[in-house]
């Protein structure tokens, strides 16, 4: 991919999302320019899957095909970019593509629903979350509509006590696993920065809160947020921050 100016690739993202900041990151990390297309909830459903006939972001464009899903999105474009070790050795691709799928469901969609249940209770908080990267007018419709978008929101994920209780045993259990593997190593698989890395210090960016992110998430003062930020996973998910979240070749 060495496109200029209008050839560059679509990105079709929302800017808190965790699973756009994969995609992010990899395009950065790959110097892969690129053009944004912030989406706002809810009005992204026609529009997504009329490109792409399904309405999940991040949606990628480069080429005649949208490449929805956040995990193809990091494979295509550090194959296409030249940044083949991201994938890393072929005999370790099918351990790191493991990692990858387990991240994707007990991080992104379980810590999602525990970490949404308590922080839309939250409206001022959220209202900083959705805002950004939006326009005044379109933070004021939001807080404006603020109940129906909640309800929406929960109804869309699945959101009440009980699915809650259940994806915070499997972030739990998640973050155990975690701690346990990377005790002894600084990366989940061989001894180098790859995809399965960059999907876990994505993944958690909620919570590092960190000013390399481009959407960093502000801080949340509920007290089962203010433990987590300490985790020994997220520090370290801070670490990959520190230490990958850059561009490795100019764009
Ligand atoms: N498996 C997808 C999951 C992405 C995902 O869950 N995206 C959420 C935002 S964090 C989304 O777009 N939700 C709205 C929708 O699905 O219509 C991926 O890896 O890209």
């Known amino acids: 991919m060495g496109p200029g100016n209008d050839a560059l690739p679509l990105l079709y993202e ?27 909830p809810g009005l992204h459903l026609l529009p997504m899957r009329l490109l792409s006939g399904q309405t999940s972001l991040p949606v990628l464009v ?23 070790e991201l994938l890393g050795p072929p005999e370790l691709r099918r ?41 005044g007018i379109e933070r004021s419709l939001l807080g404006f509509g603020y109940p129906a978008f909640v309800q929406a929101y929960r109804n869309f994920y699945d959101m009440n006590d ?4 259940d994806s915070e045993q499997h972030f739990q259990k998640a973050l155990t696993r975690l701690e346990e593997h990377i005790k002894s190593r600084r990366y989940l698989v061989g001894d180098r920065f790859g ?4 999907t876990l ?5 909620p919570l590092t809160c960190v000013p390399e992110q481009p959407f960093p998430w ?14 020994p996973v997220v520090q370290h998910a801070r670490f990959l921050y520190r ?5 490795t070749k100019a764009p």
């Open 218 to 231: 502000p801080r949340c003062e509920d007290p089962y947020m203010t433990a987590l930020y300490e985790h």
């Open 243 to 247: 230490a990958h979240r850059h561009r």
């Open 195 to 198: 995809l399965a890395d960059l």
């Open 95 to 135: 351990e790191a593509r493991h990692w990858m799928d387990y991240l994707d469901q007990e991080i992104g969609v379980h810590m999602r629903r525990a970490l949404l249940h308590r922080q839309l209770r939250d409206r001022a908080y959220m209202l900083r979350v959705f805002g950004m990267g939006r326009t």
């Open 62 to 84: 480069c080429g005649p095909r949208p490449i929805p899903g956040s995990s193809r999105i990091l494979r295509l474009v550090s194959r296409l970019s030249g940044e083949a």
């Open 162 to 165: 009980s699915t809650a209780r």
């Open 14 to 40: 929302f800017p808190f999302s965790h699973f756009s900041e994969k995609a992010r990151w990899v395009l950065d990390y790959c110097g892969q320019r690129y053009r944004s297309r912030p989406q706002f």
């Open 201 to 205: 210090g994505a993944l958690l960016s």
